[in-house]
């Protein structure tokens, strides 16, 4: 789920609370809110300096196996590496009282934990932190561009697309509750994404799902959208929701999708989340070579993922949806980007300069790629499509107009319409006598008011904060937020009151009784300990006692400054020791 969704479920309280946060305070002192925060790069930089090792260590964890889903609190531990029990505990409890990670139950069973899906990318940079990456040198070699290596229509325009199919062929369903088979196979010839593109990503449907994969796929998407809404027994176009997704600029809602599909499409891919949170950091419209990502992978320090495959995975699905270009050199593959994945969170927006239609006497409308999408919308419900490519051409025709007709449209409307997107430009009169005249003509029967097409403001509808982002949030079906509230390390340590407190005070020798006392309640709280061996002071993460007769020995993790070691020790291989309760009596 994205940030504003996390913030429908959260109460006021909580959000002021997590700004409480020690790791918030440069955020504070700038007046944000806590969806401000989590989602400004300055806030976030601060916030990450801020953090305690424990808590560096655990969102670097999160994030080695997080997917656009729950992590199982198993999973997330077993990630902890050199850290013990508690202090890895400790360090998730400052995250979760920051807002940053969310506790979730499912049912009455384990607890998961989550992120809000549009940060992943937003914290990436902060937490796996790399050099430059280097351009490609356009110079020298030969280049090769292939045609089925080239960019397709940014998804904006395939979705738009697909409505118009959806608008021409009507929203009925058939007895089944499903869409005809002609229009489905209308709705795969308007998109470049295909069913073994999307299932290769990571693309699941419900079992009852009666489409494919790509048609599923954009079906689902225009419901998140909210463009379209399951009304009995057909579709129903939300036309306020249509108008405000077509008044956004052609950029930002490119950036929008990206979103939403990497939350949809990756859930359960992290190597894919991984390489895409790379991609956008390069510099949109510049080329870069694939072996210069490559390279960067191992520099992540994130084992047991599938690089090489996730990486060609990634490109072709991005060159798919239209926003990544390939291309050749010699024998390695290029890329750049078409868009601006991360402009949602870009300050400095590229400014909307629509451009007007151009209206030939012949009924040819020569559309610009600049033309907004408001306009585009209309030219597929009373014209032609010719051509689909940087000067795109629809042509008005006695058979266009007798359709729009037939569904609610008029000459005068579609005249007024002309005029409004060639910029108020009067059309020539033999065009607009040719409008009259086939509207005269016309024949069949108007389609009653639900199959009419929608009508959309022509005038550009600003909204105030934007279009709102959201996903299906399937992987959080029936779970249920916890109160972050409970979420103290005291509560992870049990007894503590009934602890000597000269035990987590300072550094002391005790008989070995003591000593086995302290490492027995150590390990209980999956705790460290302090030893004080040769003069020097380590930590000591207990892992189990082995007794035999009247001796004993305890075997765990030494940490040293240079490395982390398994060693076996027996009490009078240190001279002091000190029990460490994280976040109560210190850290080590």
Request: net charge negative; proline share 6%; charged share 25%.
């Amino acid at each position: 789920m994205f940030v504003q969704q996390w913030s429908e479920k959260l109460a006021n309280d909580a959000k002021q609370q997590f700004m409480k946060s020690p790791l918030w305070f440069e955020a504070r002192e700038r007046g944000l809110n806590w969806e401000e925060a989590v989602t400004n790069r300055g806030s976030i930089q601060a916030a990450v300096d801020r953090m305690d090792d424990a808590s560096f260590a655990v969102l670097r964890a999160f994030y080695s196996c997080f997917g656009a889903g729950p992590v199982s609190e198993e999973r997330l531990f077993s990630l902890r590496e050199g850290l013990s029990g508690a202090e890895f505990r400790y360090g998730l409890i400052q995250l979760q009282n920051a807002g940053i990670v969310f506790a979730l139950r499912q049912g009455w069973g384990e607890r998961l934990y989550a992120m809000p899906s549009d940060c992943f990318m937003l914290w990436h940079p902060y937490l796996f932190p790399l050099g430059h990456l280097p351009a490609a040198d356009t110079t020298s070699g030969l280049w090769e561009q292939r045609k089925e290596d080239m960019a397709g229509k940014p998804f904006g325009r395939q979705l738009l697309a697909v409505w118009a199919e959806l608008a021409l062929s009507g929203l009925g369903l058939t007895a089944k509750g499903v869409l005809p088979k002609k229009t489905t196979a209308k709705l795969m010839q308007a998109v470049s994404i295909t069913d073994s593109g999307l299932l290769q990503s990571g693309w699941q449907q419900e079992e009852s799902d009666p489409y494919g994969p790509a048609v599923s796929f954009v079906l689902t998407l225009s419901r998140q959208l909210g463009v379209l809404a399951h009304e009995g027994k057909r579709l129903r176009w939300k036309e306020e929701t249509l108008a405000a997704w077509f008044s956004e600029g052609g950029h930002m809602r490119e950036a929008l999708l990206f979103q939403v599909c990497l939350v949809e499409l990756l859930e359960k891919k992290p190597a894919m989340w991984h390489v895409m949170a790379l991609l956008t950091r390069l510099e949109p419209g510049t080329w870069y070579s694939e072996a210069v990502i490559a390279d960067q992978f191992p520099m992540l320090e994130i084992n047991n993922l599938e690089w090489d495959q996730s990486r060609g995975a990634c490109l072709d699905l991005l060159r798919s949806f239209g926003w990544m270009e390939l291309a050749r050199a010699g024998g390695s593959r290029m890329f750049r980007w078409t868009m601006i994945p991360l402009l949602l969170h870009v300050e400095q927006r590229p400014a909307l300069t629509p451009e007007p239609v151009m209206v030939e006497p012949n009924g040819d409308l020569l559309v610009p790629p600049g033309c907004p999408y408001r306009i585009r919308w209309e030219l597929e419900l009373v014209a032609d499509r010719r051509t689909d490519d940087q000067l795109s051409v629809w042509q008005l025709t006695r058979g266009s107009m007798e359709r729009a007709i037939t569904h609610g449209r008029s000459a005068a409307s579609v005249i007024a319409f002309l005029q409004a997107a060639s910029g108020r430009v009067p059309i020539s009169p033999l065009l607009e006598t040719s409008l009259m005249d086939w509207e005269k003509q016309a024949e069949g029967d108007i389609k009653p008011p639900e199959e009419a097409y929608p009508e959309l403001p022509l005038e550009l509808q600003s909204e105030q904060g934007g279009f709102p982002l959201r996903c299906s949030g399937r992987a959080f079906a029936g779970c249920e937020l916890m109160n972050h509230e409970d979420f103290r390390i005291e509560r992870f340590l049990p007894e503590l009151e009934r602890v000597p407190i000269n035990w987590m005070q300072q550094l002391r020798s005790y008989h070995h009784s003591t000593r086995l006392e302290i490492l027995e309640r150590a390990l209980s709280w999956q705790a460290p300990v302090q030893l004080r061996m040769n003069e020097d002071v380590v930590a000591f993460v207990p892992a189990r006692l082995e007794k035999s007769g009247s001796g004993w020995a305890v075997t765990g993790l030494l940490r040293e400054p240079e490395a982390c070691r398994e060693v076996c020790l027996t009490p009078e291989m240190w001279e002091g020791m000190k029990l460490v309760a994280p976040g109560v009596s210190g850290f080590v």
